[in-house]
DNA sequence: TCCATCACTTAGAAGGATCACC
DNA sequence: GGTGATCCTTCTAAGTGATGGA
């Protein structure tokens, strides 16, 4: 099978324009006026101190028109302008179309997605390259032939053999089980034992490869980059309704061992190549529909308008469903998203109430109510996930907040002078570790003591508690509201709060930027948002010192010139010393700006060690708080947000004035 | 009500691209 | 221009939550 056929097909019309959307602009708006709150965990918001702003009309004139609310829960839209989508005849095609606003549009209700969905199917994994023949195998010393299938497999293995996973039993176990199911017979009678088998060979030549590609020429790589581009234009966009969007993932993902996250009990298994008789094709029925490559056929081609994904195929370690679906610039992410912190907003309006709702029910008399009062008491102060259930043996043992067990939580009646503190220690998601220490209110300890009571280590702590309960509590509480809102919620707000703590509008710009970065990392504190710290830390860290203190000599060098530049100016009185002074005392400015800029530099490296920014800003922090706080301050968005988050934030730049209120 | 399935969001790692410095 | 550090993009695993049928 190829996996893409060389030629470029000449891209066809498909001269089909989808009904035009009649944009409509929504009557009003609502901002609030939050507290002020101090910590990084959050307190209590009023429920009724915000006010209404009404809406704007857009007229011509106007250079920011008011945009319509994604959230049509909030409040009815009233139309009070409609625009017409072009209808996308001939244009749409290849040029890239002037920024479409579709936050200026109005949606989709009755769960439909699309009107019309043409796309040119999914880009397969190149075929196996058998290796070169000098390319060796070894087992038990000896050199061997492995069968195209069998080579195959074990080159996965080869290119891993640097990495920690391959010294796993499991990892070995499974890949060991699999591998030897794509072997002959004959490989299979023969090999019988891991350890005897010798990769090296491949190994190297893998690597060596590597470098070649490194040190391949300017001329070469720019050629290996116009043919990406030409893949791009071709497969990586579709046409979904008039406009031409990103796709997100065109290509499938190639055959491999199956890495998973932390001691997953599956790591190591064959992850099979996809082929085209395993792909499920979406688009609507009156577009082109994709070709599968020559001589095969895709499993399915379905017309199915109330999803988004363009192309499904199930993976054969999990039995999961994969999908192809759109760009976070797209209109259909977009809208989602713009709609979440349109519902992490409506919590805010009501969190007073449902907070001391969860404050009563810690007496209620009823144990399941209980639980699940303590467990939104979590969820809420300490943004925990919500924790479904997970089928035992099939992943890693990890768990959210309705999942904890006893044995993931200590009580102590006092620890380090504080009273009813918890201690919570579990592998969440991905099998990164939760540790913190909190105090808590005396009525959810006493029910934590309640609830572990004959219990065994491995029992769950909310035994009368799944996330379908508390979910279905929750809906009645506020339309739209889910366990995963309160992180929305949490994670925005402690943004603007924090941002309005640590600004100082008299700083420069790159202290402005250390301050972002400390409100975006209480953030990602909060969530528990860890990476391992970069290997070259130390080292990178050793060397901004040797800059810093270079920088020191280099400013003192400076002062002391400047200061006898000036002895100097006044004895001679001339202009030309004079001058010479003005050049001195710029170039003290001057390097005392740099200097402050490297230790600024330094200190935002070192506090961020092990912390990644980059998942709450780019999922928890409604990106109109950072747009605002920018235009108040007077910071680039560019400083904040690279081009890709601007693609994806491109509504809220937009929409966004220095004045919003999360 | 329970369970499986499906669709979609959220997540950190890896590797490639670009930048800063010498 | 070379090199190492950093930034950005890609990749795909691992969550959440809705739904529908038994």
Not at 205 to 226: C, N, V, W
Not at 271 to 281: G, M, T, V
Request: with cysteine.
């Amino acid at each position: 099978m190829k996996s893409l056929d060389g030629k470029v097909k000449k891209e066809k019309e498909n001269g089909f324009a989808s009904p035009p959307h009649m944009k409509s602009e929504p009557e009003d708006d609502f901002y609030h006026s939050p507290r002020q709150e101090k910590t990084l965990k959050r307190e209590r918001d009023n429920d009724d101190d915000f006010d209404f702003k009404p809406k704007k009309i857009k007229t011509e004139n106007d250079k920011k028109p008011k945009k319509r609310k994604p959230d049509e829960d909030v409040k009815p839209n009233k139309k009070t302008k409609t625009k017409k989508v072009a209808d996308g005849k001939k244009r749409i095609k290849n040029e890239p179309e002037e920024k479409w606003k579709w936050w200026e549009e109005e949606r989709y209700t009755d769960g439909v997605k699309w009107r019309f969905l043409e796309h040119k199917g999914p880009v397969f994994a190149p075929p196996y390259e058998p290796l070169p023949s000098h390319v060796k195998f070894y087992y038990d010393g000896k050199v061997m032939k492995l069968s195209p299938e069998a080579e195959e497999v074990a080159t996965f293995f080869a290119k891993m053999l640097d990495h920690e996973y391959t010294t796993k039993d499991i990892f070995r176990k499974n890949f060991f089980k699999d591998w030897r199911k794509e072997m002959t017979s004959e490989e299979k009678a023969k090999l019988t034992d891991l350890k005897k088998c010798n990769f090296g060979e491949m190994a190297e030549y893998f690597k060596a490869q590597s470098e070649a590609r490194k040190s391949k020429t300017k001329e070469e790589k720019l050629k290996i980059k116009e043919e990406n581009e030409r893949i791009l234009q071709q497969y990586g966009f579709c046409i979904m309704d008039n406009h031409r969007e990103r796709i997100a993932n065109f290509r499938i993902e190639p055959p491999g061992l199956f890495r998973g996250r932390g001691d997953h009990p599956k790591m190591g298994m064959l992850k099979r190549r996809i082929r085209p008789q395993d792909i499920i094709i979406n688009c609507s029925k009156d577009s082109k529909y994709p070709e599968p490559p020559p001589g095969t056929k895709w499993k399915e081609v379905r017309h199915d308008n109330k999803v988004t994904w363009l192309v499904s195929w199930t993976e054969n370690i999990q039995g999961s469903i994969k999908y192809i679906m759109l760009n976070p610039s797209s209109r259909i992410k977009g809208e989602k998203d713009w709609q979440k912190y349109e519902t992490a907003r409506r919590l805010k309006k009501c969190v007073d109430r449902i907070r001391n709702q969860y404050r009563e029910d810690w007496k209620s008399k009823e144990m399941r109510i209980r639980q699940r009062a303590v467990a939104l008491y979590f969820i809420d102060k300490l943004a925990l996930r919500a924790g479904n259930e997970k089928e035992e043996g099939e992943t890693a043992d990890t768990v959210g907040c309705c999942s904890v067990r006893v044995e993931h939580i200590k009580l102590y009646p006092e620890n380090e002078g504080q009273e009813f503190v918890v201690e919570f220690d579990f592998l969440g998601k991905d099998s990164i570790r939760y540790y913190n220490k909190v105090p808590v209110e005396k009525r959810v300890f006493k029910n934590l003591q309640l609830f572990m009571e004959n219990k065994e280590p491995d029992d769950d702590l909310f035994d009368r508690l799944n996330t379908s309960i508390l979910n279905k509590h929750l809906q009645e509480l506020m339309d739209g509201l889910t366990a995963k809102v309160f992180r929305t919620y949490n994670a925005s707000i402690t943004l603007q709060q924090q941002l309005k703590e640590l600004t100082n509008g008299d700083d420069n710009i790159p202290a402005k930027i250390l301050s972002y970065n400390r409100a975006n990392r209480a953030v990602a504190i909060l969530c528990n948002h860890q990476r391992a710290p970069p290997k070259t830390f130390e080292k990178s860290m050793q060397n901004l010192q040797t800059k810093i203190d270079a920088k020191r000599d280099q400013l003192s060098d400076a002062k002391r010139e400047l200061k006898s530049s000036k002895a100097d100016a006044k004895v001679r009185r001339d202009e030309k010393s004079k001058k010479t002074v003005e050049t001195k005392k710029k170039a003290v400015q001057r390097i005392e700006e740099q200097l402050m800029k490297l230790e600024v530099q330094a200190t935002d490296r070192e506090e961020n060690k092990q912390i990644a920014l980059g998942t709450s800003k780019l999922n928890y922090l409604d990106p109109r708080i950072s747009v605002a706080w920018c235009k108040k301050f007077g910071i680039p968005v560019e400083k904040i947000y690279n081009k890709t988050q601007r693609e994806k934030f491109a509504w809220a730049i937009d929409m966004a004035e220095k004045d919003f209120e999360f």
